[in-house]
């Protein structure tokens, strides 16, 4: 990888520091102004400007850290031993110009994050999937083939390598073909099958839990992944003492279109050209306290949305988590499944 990957300059947008993040996935960028190295930003810089002010149109230099940590050319052997202590993942390399000569990662993506955390995982498995038709014509949602296994197995699989041993699959369409699947071959954790009589929705399906989950637990749809620190997330979702915390993406729509904006008086007051909206959306992934089960009405339909609705009114803290866009996968439409499929294919 390039320097010239890692420098953004301190004029651009963080909407673009994201998307660079992103494509290096090194978690840290270093800034320049006139073309010299004055600043980095992180990953967490941008989530905590996010989390404290709420602004998506500010600018690097609004949200890095001026006294970044580097080193010189002629310390560059102590590079790991610099970066352990001051917990970072990558520092820049400087001649005595002060310019980036290298960049020098603490890891190069053959040391695996010994896991840590142990988090039992419910997975809402049950829905019909008619978005998916005609596929769903055939397999319940969670067993259509991303490559050569089904989505809600690419689901298990990346929480398990970090966070959890045991799942929760909460079913009911076609939930016969989904208990075979999983009983033809051995896994390194368990699966547990919890079904429904009726379809209870996102939310009102985990009553049927009730006394079976006394931990902080993780709930995910059975078509999405996402691609994130899971522990980051925990940890974040304990500190703030959330009852319950919602994974948001960042997502960028651009209009096709040129978009004008009228006055009381019927003139034009804006004229934008494709113009682009930044936002962000729920992924459909939350860490949970375990008391929501608990006081649950049983058999009653709801989504999970319905229930942080409810929680929010009665002044219960509700967190928000935000990630990048691409760090969201989400198979809940053709195009999308195909484009899922397709970054599948090359991360393996």
Same mark, same amino acid.
């Given at each position: 990888?390039?320097?010239?990957?890692?420098?953004?300059?301190?004029?651009?947008?963080?909407?673009?520091?994201?998307?660079?993040?992103?494509?290096?996935?090194?978690?840290?960028?270093?800034?320049?102004?006139?073309?010299?190295?004055?600043?980095?930003?992180?990953?967490?810089?941008?989530?905590?400007?996010?989390?404290?002010?709420?602004?998506?149109?500010?600018?690097?230099?609004?949200?890095?850290?001026?006294?970044?940590?580097?080193?010189?050319?002629?310390?560059?052997?102590?590079?790991?031993?610099?970066?352990?202590? *001051?917990?970072?993942?990558?520092?820049?390399?400087?001649?005595?110009?002060?310019?980036?000569?290298?960049?020098?990662?603490? *890891?190069?993506?053959?040391?695996?994050?010994?896991?840590?955390?142990?988090?039992?995982?419910?997975?809402?498995?049950?829905?019909?999937?008619?978005?998916?038709?005609?596929?769903?014509?055939?397999?319940?949602?969670?067993?259509?083939?991303?490559?050569?296994?089904?989505?809600?197995?690419?689901?298990?699989?990346?929480?398990?390598? *970090?966070?959890?041993?045991?799942?929760?699959?909460?079913?009911?369409?076609?939930?016969?073909?989904?208990?075979?699947?999983?009983?033809?071959?051995?896994?390194?954790?368990?699966?547990?099958?919890?079904?429904?009589?009726?379809?209870?929705?996102?939310?009102?399906?985990?009553?049927?839990?009730?006394?079976?989950?006394?931990?902080?637990?993780?709930?995910?749809?059975?078509?999405?992944?996402?691609?994130?620190?899971?522990?980051?997330?925990?940890?974040?979702?304990?500190?703030?003492?959330?009852?319950?915390?919602?994974?948001?993406?960042?997502?960028?729509?651009?209009?096709?279109?040129?978009?004008?904006?009228? *006055?009381?008086?019927?003139?034009?007051?804006?004229?934008?050209?494709?113009?682009?909206?930044?936002?962000?959306?729920?992924?459909?992934?939350?860490?949970?306290?375990?008391?929501?089960?608990?006081?649950?009405?049983?058999?009653?339909?709801?989504?999970?949305?319905?229930?942080?609705?409810?929680?929010?009114?009665?002044?219960?803290?509700?967190?928000?988590?935000?990630?990048?866009?691409?760090?969201?996968?989400?198979?809940?439409?053709?195009?999308?499944?195909?484009?899922?499929?397709?970054?599948?294919?090359?991360?393996?």
């Amino acid at each position: 990888m390039d320097v010239k990957d890692f420098l953004i300059d301190e004029e651009c947008t963080m909407i673009e520091a994201m998307k660079l993040l992103d494509k290096v996935a090194k978690k840290v960028l270093f800034v320049v102004k006139d073309e010299q190295f004055v600043a980095a930003i992180t990953d967490g810089d941008i989530r905590r400007w996010i989390l404290r002010k709420g602004n998506l149109d500010a600018k690097v230099k609004d949200i890095a850290n001026y006294e970044p940590k580097y080193i010189y050319e002629k310390d560059k052997y102590k590079a790991k031993e610099y970066m352990r202590k *001051n917990f970072i993942e990558a520092v820049p390399v400087l001649n005595n110009d002060k310019d980036i000569v290298s960049v020098i990662l603490l *890891n190069d993506g053959t040391i695996k994050k010994k896991k840590t955390l142990n988090l039992p995982v419910i997975i809402m498995a049950g829905g019909l999937g008619t978005r998916l038709y005609p596929y769903t014509k055939i397999l319940p949602k969670p067993l259509i083939p991303i490559g050569e296994i089904p989505i809600v197995e690419h689901i298990m699989n990346r929480f398990h390598e *970090n966070c959890s041993n045991e799942f929760y699959l909460v079913i009911n369409h076609k939930k016969n073909m989904i208990k075979a699947y999983f009983g033809e071959t051995e896994k390194d954790y368990k699966v547990n099958y919890v079904e429904e009589t009726k379809p209870l929705g996102t939310g009102g399906g985990l009553s049927l839990l009730k006394g079976k989950i006394d931990t902080t637990f993780i709930l995910s749809n059975c078509d999405i992944l996402i691609e994130e620190d899971y522990e980051k997330i925990y940890q974040y979702h304990k500190k703030e003492k959330n009852l319950i915390t919602m994974v948001c993406s960042l997502k960028n729509i651009k209009i096709p279109y040129g978009v004008i904006e009228i *006055n009381e008086t019927g003139e034009i007051e804006e004229m934008r050209e494709k113009p682009v909206y930044s936002f962000f959306t729920n992924t459909g992934m939350y860490i949970v306290e375990p008391i929501v089960i608990e006081e649950l009405e049983e058999n009653k339909a709801m989504g999970f949305p319905d229930i942080i609705e409810k929680y929010k009114k009665n002044g219960c803290k509700i967190g928000v988590y935000p990630i990048s866009e691409n760090s969201w996968m989400d198979m809940g439409q053709m195009d999308v499944m195909e484009e899922m499929r397709r970054r599948l294919e090359r991360e393996e």
